[in-house]
């Protein structure tokens, strides 16, 4: 028997499903994840619920749904059940064809002006200085002689044997590199008649030499323009962070994201490997965390969230995983900065270690994400014990000296239940759970100081939550060499800067790559901070009405996984944002006027689209 559903969403805006066969009060469940929260169903029964995971039991052949209304007031692809199946009476799986989703009242996709000009410098991003002549080197067979140095070709294989580079030690078109007196990452590219020259100080700067060249050799073709560019970073952190605990991303997946960011000049990895969805990482000392916590399916302890669906879904990453994306990222000259996702973000966490959290509290919290109870208890030994087993493997297991630590989206209730932690406040004289957490923010960046580590958090750690969805923040007692990732607004750094902390700025409305780029029903992606289109990243003053710049460290973009529940949604979530985004945090702000920024940034989307990447319109 074939069950179907046909999913669509009413001119009312609510999310109807139509059955093929009759499932009425036959005990079947139908079991789908949703990226909105139901409020109220009409048709069917919620039987059980975990995060936005839902399993009905149903009372009539069309089920009507209203969802969490989105910003913007309407849906898209992203909004529909995914991951769908049924099980019978008896517990037994059954397949589901479920087609297409539709709109009655359709939104249309966006017509963009492809007006492009042929003057422009195609390198992405804009070099600060470039002086070129309008007389070329004749380079016809594409082959370079490394002078000095044959060990960083290696390292960019992956750009250089797809455009049909060809680099040796005995023939070519010579390149010397040159270490000068210049600050990190800066590099100067002089190319005269009969050789190029990459003056740099440190590896970053060698290597970021190269890929201006490569950008510029696969725009020239058999020729290069004689002339120079000297170019150096405005922010040292230029980042993009991953969320792989909704989905799972193998090893080789992040390499190519990596492959992508240096592409770009981006020089931080901000891996998101725990959250309520799973445990991705192996601790040694805890083996359950990464072998039940790091999968999900009907069967298993953490249940089938955000489209994964019936079957066993995940994975891990061991620790020679890490060891080995660790090398591979230094070569490409990137860091990566591991995120533990605690107190809050913790469900699955405590479905493997449920000892973690007080049993006896009267009070049931839930986070914005619909989890119950996902917080962990700081009060108790075994939660201590956890955290320091924990950190030190973390600590010990990756070069980079930040690690980050969560500390956001904490239910406010969290911890009120708590005897042990009652009685700890009463104790220390610790009055409000503002406080409580300062103080328990501060015990990790002790523990983490005495492991040669600084700390790294949410901008929940450090001020009061700029967006009022009943989570707790800060009493303004935290530690000052907290690293703070400032998401929640824009306004959110001013406060954060004027407190002395050092911040990166990653504001949901400019850098959150899970946004839609518009309100077109055909469009993927969620739309709490903003809909973002790569216009409104290139027009991106990063530091407009912040006074303390000399705190802002960098910039970064975020890649929240809920919505990409098939791997082929991934590229053009990403693309060509983060790649407009590498401009900003190169430059501190986009110089060039849109048209010719426009030219660039399509000729880079070609030199991907060699490379295997997928982008969207703009």
Same mark, same amino acid.
């Given at each position: 028997?074939?069950?179907?559903?046909?999913?669509?969403?009413?001119?009312?805006?609510?999310?109807?499903?139509?059955?093929?066969?009759?499932?009425?009060?036959?005990?079947?469940?139908?079991?789908?994840?949703?990226?909105?929260?139901?409020?109220?169903?009409?048709?069917?029964?919620?039987?059980?619920?975990?995060?936005?995971?839902?399993?009905?039991?149903?009372?009539?052949?069309?089920?009507?749904?209203?969802?969490?209304?989105?910003?913007?007031?309407?849906?898209?692809?992203?909004?529909?059940?995914? %991951?769908?199946? =049924?099980?019978?009476?008896? @517990? /037994? *799986? $059954?397949?589901? &064809?479920? #087609?297409?989703?539709?709109?009655?009242? !359709?939104?249309?996709?966006?017509?963009?002006?492809?007006?492009?000009?042929?003057?422009?410098?195609?390198?992405?991003?804009?070099?600060?200085?470039?002086?070129?002549?309008?007389?070329?080197?004749?380079?016809?067979?594409?082959?370079?002689?490394?002078?000095?140095?044959?060990?960083?070709?290696?390292?960019?294989?992956?750009?250089?044997?797809?455009?049909?580079?060809?680099?040796?030690?005995?023939? %070519?078109?010579? =390149?010397?590199?040159?270490? @000068? /007196? *210049? $600050?990190?990452? &800066?590099? #100067?590219?002089?190319?005269?008649?009969? !050789?190029?020259?990459?003056?740099?100080?440190?590896?970053?700067?060698?290597?970021?030499?190269?890929?201006?060249?490569?950008?510029?050799?696969?725009?020239?073709?058999?020729?290069?323009?004689?002339?120079?560019?000297?170019?150096?970073?405005?922010?040292?952190?230029?980042?993009?962070?991953?969320?792989?605990?909704?989905?799972?991303?193998?090893?080789?997946?992040?390499?190519?994201?990596?492959?992508?960011?240096?592409?770009?000049?981006?020089?931080?990895?901000?891996?998101?490997?725990?959250?309520?969805?799973?445990?991705?990482?192996?601790? !040694?000392?805890?083996?359950?965390?990464?072998?039940?916590?790091?999968?999900?399916?009907?069967?298993?302890?953490?249940?089938?969230?955000?489209?994964?669906?019936?079957?066993?879904?995940?994975?891990?990453?061991?620790?020679?995983?890490?060891?080995?994306?660790?090398?591979?990222?230094?070569?490409?000259?990137?860091?990566?900065?591991?995120?533990?996702?605690?107190?809050?973000?913790?469900?699955?966490?405590?479905?493997?270690?449920?000892?973690?959290?007080?049993?006896?509290?009267?009070?049931?919290?839930?986070?914005?994400?619909?989890?119950?109870?996902?917080?962990?208890?700081?009060?108790?030994?075994?939660?201590?014990?956890?955290?320091?087993?924990?950190?030190?493997?973390?600590?010990?297991?990756?070069?980079?000296?930040?690690?980050?630590?969560?500390?956001?989206?904490?239910?406010?209730?969290?911890?009120?239940?708590?005897?042990?932690?009652?009685?700890?406040?009463?104790?220390?004289?610790?009055?409000?759970?503002?406080?409580?957490?300062?103080?328990?923010?501060?015990?990790?960046?002790?523990?983490?100081?005495?492991?040669?580590?600084?700390?790294?958090?949410?901008?929940?750690?450090?001020?009061?939550?700029?967006?009022?969805?009943?989570?707790?923040?800060?009493?303004?007692?935290?530690?000052?060499?907290?690293?703070?990732?400032?998401?929640?607004?824009?306004?959110?750094?001013?406060?954060?800067?004027?407190?002395?902390?050092?911040?990166?700025?990653?504001?949901?409305?400019?850098?959150?790559?899970?946004?839609?780029?518009?309100?077109?029903?055909?469009?993927?992606?969620?739309?709490?901070?903003?809909?973002?289109?790569?216009?409104?990243?290139?027009?991106?003053?990063?530091?407009?009405?912040?006074?303390?710049?000399?705190?802002?460290?960098?910039?970064?973009?975020?890649?929240?996984?809920?919505?990409?529940?098939?791997?082929?949604?991934?590229?053009?979530?990403?693309?060509?944002?983060?790649?407009?985004?590498?401009?900003?945090?190169?430059?501190?702000?986009?110089?060039?006027?849109?048209?010719?920024?426009?030219?660039?940034?399509?000729?880079?989307?070609?030199?991907?689209?060699?490379?295997?990447?997928?982008?969207?319109?703009?």
């Amino acid at each position: 028997m074939l069950f179907q559903i046909n999913p669509s969403f009413t001119k009312k805006n609510q999310l109807k499903l139509n059955l093929s066969k009759n499932l009425v009060n036959q005990n079947f469940k139908l079991c789908f994840s949703l990226v909105y929260s139901i409020q109220s169903i009409d048709g069917a029964e919620i039987v059980n619920q975990t995060g936005r995971y839902y399993e009905l039991t149903i009372q009539k052949n069309t089920v009507l749904i209203d969802l969490q209304i989105p910003r913007i007031g309407s849906y898209n692809m992203s909004c529909g059940p995914e %991951g769908t199946f =049924i099980i019978d009476d008896k @517990n /037994n *799986y $059954i397949k589901v &064809e479920v #087609s297409d989703l539709k709109f009655e009242n !359709k939104i249309a996709e966006v017509k963009y002006d492809q007006s492009i000009v042929d003057d422009y410098i195609p390198i992405v991003p804009e070099p600060s200085k470039c002086i070129f002549k309008k007389d070329f080197v004749e380079i016809n067979d594409k082959t370079f002689k490394l002078v000095n140095d044959n060990t960083i070709i290696k390292n960019i294989i992956n750009y250089t044997e797809i455009l049909e580079l060809t680099f040796s030690n005995d023939k %070519g078109f010579p =390149i010397h590199f040159i270490e @000068n /007196n *210049y $600050i990190e990452d &800066e590099y #100067s590219l002089k190319i005269s008649k009969d !050789k190029i020259e990459i003056f740099h100080k440190n590896y970053g700067g060698k290597l970021y030499g190269i890929i201006s060249l490569i950008q510029l050799i696969d725009f020239y073709k058999n020729k290069l323009p004689i002339g120079t560019i000297h170019d150096n970073p405005k922010y040292q952190w230029r980042g993009m962070h991953l969320d792989c605990a909704r989905q799972f991303y193998t090893i080789d997946e992040i390499k190519r994201l990596f492959d992508y960011m240096a592409l770009f000049k981006l020089n931080r990895f901000h891996w998101h490997l725990t959250d309520n969805e799973a445990w991705r990482i192996e601790i !040694k000392k805890y083996p359950d965390l990464a072998l039940n916590g790091g999968y999900r399916g009907y069967n298993f302890k953490i249940p089938p969230l955000y489209g994964s669906g019936y079957d066993k879904y995940g994975g891990y990453y061991s620790q020679e995983d890490i060891k080995d994306l660790i090398i591979y990222a230094k070569k490409l000259n990137i860091e990566i900065m591991p995120e533990i996702d605690l107190p809050a973000h913790s469900w699955a966490l405590l479905e493997i270690m449920p000892e973690l959290r007080e049993q006896s509290s009267n009070i049931v919290s839930e986070d914005v994400g619909s989890y119950k109870n996902n917080t962990i208890n700081p009060s108790l030994e075994k939660t201590i014990t956890f955290l320091k087993d924990m950190l030190t493997e973390v600590s010990s297991i990756f070069s980079y000296s930040i690690i980050h630590v969560g500390v956001d989206e904490r239910p406010s209730n969290a911890w009120e239940g708590s005897t042990a932690i009652i009685e700890f406040m009463k104790k220390n004289n610790i009055k409000t759970q503002e406080e409580y957490q300062d103080y328990y923010l501060n015990f990790l960046i002790d523990f983490l100081k005495s492991k040669n580590k600084r700390t790294a958090a949410w901008n929940e750690a450090a001020v009061s939550p700029h967006i009022n969805h009943g989570v707790g923040g800060s009493a303004g007692k935290v530690d000052k060499t907290c690293l703070i990732f400032s998401w929640e607004h824009s306004d959110v750094a001013k406060e954060t800067t004027d407190k002395g902390f050092e911040t990166i700025l990653c504001p949901g409305q400019k850098t959150y790559f899970d946004m839609a780029y518009n309100n077109s029903t055909e469009e993927r992606g969620i739309c709490w901070a903003a809909t973002i289109e790569v216009k409104d990243i290139y027009e991106w003053n990063p530091i407009k009405d912040i006074k303390k710049t000399e705190f802002i460290k960098g910039l970064q973009g975020q890649l929240w996984s809920e919505t990409i529940t098939d791997k082929k949604f991934f590229d053009q979530m990403i693309n060509p944002r983060l790649a407009t985004l590498s401009e900003v945090a190169w430059k501190g702000k986009i110089s060039r006027k849109w048209i010719v920024f426009r030219s660039a940034l399509l000729n880079s989307m070609h030199l991907l689209k060699k490379l295997g990447w997928r982008y969207h319109n703009f």
